[in-house]
């Protein structure tokens, strides 16, 4: 048993463990340090409709977690129900953070106040819908998974 | 199954990276469209004051730039709305600068002609509120808005009638001299002729007298009216009564009724 154990840990567990480590640390790379290098270091905080450091780091937070609970899941109904629920999760942040795809920013200068609202609905449904593709992608695969599962014959 | 999920995922890695190019190249184009907002010019016209705007739009960036509205909105201290004037430009296409003005024009008896008559006599503040809108790469709309006082100056400010003095003009008639003062904060000069009338208590008319007046920008004005009254009317005068000034110059006419004695 202890035998059994040790295997499955080795074939199957550990694999998924250094994929898991790799993808969030790609995850982390592409999601969070990338976009930091490529800003421009003297961005001023303050005509950032939002503390965008702050938010960066939530997002990759989200992003890397998923990417390795995905990973450690891999091919199992839980992980396409991970799957599911980041796309979830990525459609709330992104319509809590763009306050329903209407940006709004207030910008002092000198004597008066700039308002400044962008609307980026646009956007925010192509992501909505990426996120909705990926929801149905996660569905189809579960449900692949679980008709395998019930077609198989077990011979032992 | 398989086909399925993976033309699902080859769907969502394209529309990711639709997504991601057009996030990074719209930033990328924000930041080089160039704005240059020129000199702002305050004009006297031939019917009020002209306040113009010059600026110019250099879109370096990879989309164009649609619809850019700019409208002003100017409105006295109770709220009032004095102008309200709308510049549009229709596209600004990649690598092109267009330049544009906008103008605001004040017509001085629009003024009036909405009893403003304390525009005329206090300094003022007007309200203006700046809306600027535009449709980047027609695919998202930008808005921008702020307010900025604008002072007033008044052509009449500090408006002060002095003491009246009376004296024999002939046998028939009394000369009355009415020492009148004021400041033109305004940016025009005021060219005209001020007709005053002095009414007695009784609201008879007694006196009457005009003069011209020549009162360059942000100069003083001081100096005594004279009116001519019937000799019998002498004392109807010195006791006091109402002014009726009536301003006429080729820009506008504006009268009102002040106190005197």
């Given at each position: 048993m202890v035998e059994l154990n040790s295997n499955f840990i080795m074939n199957t567990v550990f694999p998924r463990v250094m994929k898991g480590a790799i993808m969030g640390a790609l995850t982390y790379m592409v999601v969070y340090y990338l976009p930091l290098a490529l800003?421009?270091?003297?961005?001023?905080?303050?005509?950032?409709?939002?503390d965008y450091r702050s938010q960066l780091f939530q997002f990759a937070v989200i992003s890397v977690f998923f990417a390795v609970a995905g990973q450690l899941f891999a091919k199992t109904v839980i992980g396409h129900g991970f799957g599911i629920a980041k796309a979830i999760v990525i459609v709330a942040y992104f319509l809590v953070l763009s306050n329903g795809g209407m940006l709004s920013l207030t910008v002092p200068i000198e004597d008066f106040t700039l308002n400044l609202t962008v609307d980026i609905t646009i956007i925010l449904l192509m992501i909505i819908a990426v996120n909705m593709l990926s929801v149905a992608k996660n569905l189809l695969g579960a449900i692949g998974i679980l008709t395998e599962k019930s077609t198989d014959i077990d011979f032992h | 199954m398989k086909i399925a999920t993976s033309m699902l995922t080859v769907a969502t890695i394209i529309l990711w990276v639709v997504i991601l190019f057009f996030s990074v190249t719209a930033v990328y184009s924000v930041m080089n469209v160039g704005v240059n907002i020129g000199e702002a010019k305050m004009l006297p016209t031939s019917n009020g004051i002209k306040f113009s705007l010059p600026f110019s739009i250099n879109n370096n960036g990879y989309y164009e730039i649609a619809d850019l509205n700019l409208t002003t909105r100017v409105t006295d201290p109770d709220g009032q709305v004095l102008d309200l004037t709308e510049t549009l430009v229709n596209s600004i296409p990649q690598g092109e600068t267009v330049n544009a003005s906008h103008t605001i024009e004040v017509d001085l008896d629009d003024i009036l002609s909405m009893n403003h008559l304390t525009l005329m006599l206090n300094d003022s503040n007007f309200t203006v509120k700046i809306f600027a809108g535009l449709n980047f790469a027609r695919a998202v709309p930008v808005q921008l808005s702020t307010n900025v006082s604008l002072p007033w100056g008044a052509p009449f400010a500090d408006f002060s009638v002095g003491t009246l003095s009376v004296s024999q003009h002939n046998s028939s008639h009394v000369e009355a001299a009415i020492p009148i003062s004021f400041e033109n904060h305004a940016i025009i000069d005021i060219t005209g002729t001020l007709k005053m009338e002095a009414y007695s208590n009784?609201?008879?008319?007694v006196a009457s007298g005009v003069t011209d007046i020549n009162v360059a920008s942000n100069q003083n004005f001081g100096d005594s009216i004279h009116l001519y009254a019937r000799a019998q009317d002498a004392s109807n005068i010195a006791d006091g009564g109402k002014l009726h000034i009536l301003f006429e110059t080729y820009l506008f006419t504006v009268d009102w009724w002040e106190p005197y004695g």
């Open positions: 800003l421009p270091d003297n961005l001023p905080l303050s005509v950032m409709p939002f | 009784s609201d008879r008319r």
